[in-house]
């Protein structure tokens, strides 16, 4: 089925340790975003890329970086993990930037640093 | 900046009765509007979205939100719940244009019961 993929589900880390959340997207989107949802607190958007070869920084990106790959692809690195980063992340793509259009979900990354 | 607020954090309503989720938001110029819903260990879900043109949207499963520029809300409605609307909904806004029109910006969540 077309849509948003997000790799691992799920995820232990010990504190320090590095890893990569992979996002792939198979609806020819041009724009890609990286949130993270914790309780209380909505969806805060992490970074985003417009288009293939731009990112930029949303609200919340001190101790990420990201990587858009390709078209298709949108990864999110944690180089060392803090358990502040403890969250459930999700990838999402759209046609373009633009509120008119709506987001695609994946099914999210539940992530845990001890 | 943009904002929303869901006032809510949980609502409960009896199976077959009318719900409301309410959402405000504050945004430079007129607005984009969306509502999502998600299920447990799901990702979030499009359920309709206000553009332009008449104030009261249509979307999936049933559900309506009317749009309020005056009160500057987007409350979604349902005429009859059902125990499968339980779930957790966000309201979102963006500009149409200038700074932030690049995302979209979500309120907290609400988290709507349905009761049998």
């Known amino acids: 089925n077309a849509g948003v993929t997000q790799t691992p589900k799920f995820q232990v880390l010990k504190t320090g340790q590095s890893m990569t959340l992979q996002c792939a997207q198979d609806?020819?989107?041009?724009?890609m975003y990286w949130y993270r949802q914790d309780p209380g607190m909505g969806l805060r958007l992490i970074y985003y890329s417009a288009s293939e070869g731009t990112t930029d920084k949303g609200e919340v990106p001190n101790g990420y970086n990201v990587s858009r790959l390709n078209k298709r692809e949108f990864s999110l690195r944690l180089e060392s993990a803090a358990p502040s980063q403890t969250s459930v992340y999700f990838c999402?793509?759209?046609?373009?930037?633009?509120?008119?259009?709506?987001?695609?979900f994946g099914s999210g990354t539940r992530l845990t640093v001890v | 900046a943009q904002s929303v607020a869901q006032p809510e954090d949980q609502v409960n309503v009896a199976e077959g009765n009318p719900l409301t989720v309410k959402c405000t938001y504050s945004v430079s110029g007129n607005p984009y509007l969306f509502w999502y819903v998600q299920y447990p260990n799901r990702g979030l879900q499009f359920l309709l979205k206000y553009i332009t043109g008449d104030n009261l949207v249509k979307g999936s499963y049933g559900f309506e939100a009317e749009f309020n520029k005056s009160q500057t809300s987007f409350h979604l409605k349902k005429p009859s719940a059902l125990v499968s609307d339980s779930a957790l909904y966000f309201c979102a806004v963006s500009p149409r244009s200038g700074a932030g029109s690049y995302q979209l910006t979500f309120g907290k969540g609400t988290k709507l019961s349905v009761i049998p």
């Open positions: 999402a793509s759209s046609a373009r930037t633009g509120g008119d259009y709506g987001y695609t």
């Open positions: 609806m020819n989107h041009n724009s």
